[in-house]
């Protein structure tokens, strides 16, 4: 069943990999961000973006921390943009178990883009004096039961740890003691 519409802010940052020139600034400056407390270290390994380089090559690739994953993929890709060959992995966003990017070095805990919360602009993006980062906001209608959707992952991932039928039998039970 559809319901109300609501608004939505997605935010994105556009990479332009032409202007990037792999000075890492934005490395520095998100991992400083992040620092306990803030700003009171910078150190590139722990940040949530990582700039996958090869100057011979003249790439410069920024790529952002997105999800974990436990798993390898099976299968890779590989691309050729204008003449130039990337490696593979290059444009992945997750934390997975081939490589080193995106993990904390002292914990080897995922780390994952959270987009600067609560500051009015990321600070990779103020930091990329190249503008190869341009930060968007736009609003957009979502339907309400996208509320559904997210009862109906947090309903699965119950199952899956409990078992269908503890889940039925508690639902039961607490629907019986209305
Ligand atoms: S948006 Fe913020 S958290 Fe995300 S990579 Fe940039 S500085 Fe780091
Ligand atoms: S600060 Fe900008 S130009 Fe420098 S490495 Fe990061 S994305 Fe590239």
């Known amino acids: ?3 109300d519409k609501k608004k939505k802010t997605i935010k994105t940052i556009k990479i332009d990999v032409d202007k990037c020139n792999g000075c890492r600034a934005c490395e520095v400056a998100c991992s400083a961000f992040h620092a306990a407390p803030k700003y009171s270290s910078n150190n590139p390994a722990r940040s949530r973006i990582r700039v996958i380089r090869d100057p011979l090559a ?3 690739v920024p790529v952002y921390a997105g999800e974990y994953t436990p798993s390898e993929c099976a299968g890779r890709d590989k691309y050729t943009i204008d003449g130039k060959e990337y490696d593979e992995c290059s444009f992945c966003r997750a934390s997975c178990p081939s490589r080193d ?3 904390e070095p002292d914990s080897g805990l995922p780390l994952k883009c959270d987009m600067c919360e609560g500051e009015e602009e990321p600070l990779c993006v103020k930091w990329c004096l190249a503008d190869a980062l341009i930060y968007e906001q736009r609003e957009e209608e979502v339907e309400e039961e996208e509320k559904l959707e997210e009862l109906e992952t947090g309903m699965e991932s ?3 740890k409990y078992g269908l ?3 039925m039998d508690t639902v039961a039970r607490m629907s019986q003691k209305d």
Do not use: P, S, V, W
């Open 1 to 3: 069943m559809k319901g």
């Open 165 to 167: 039928q503890k889940i």
């Open 158 to 160: 119950l199952a899956n």
């Open 101 to 103: 990017e995106f993990k």
């Open 58 to 60: 003249d790439i410069y």
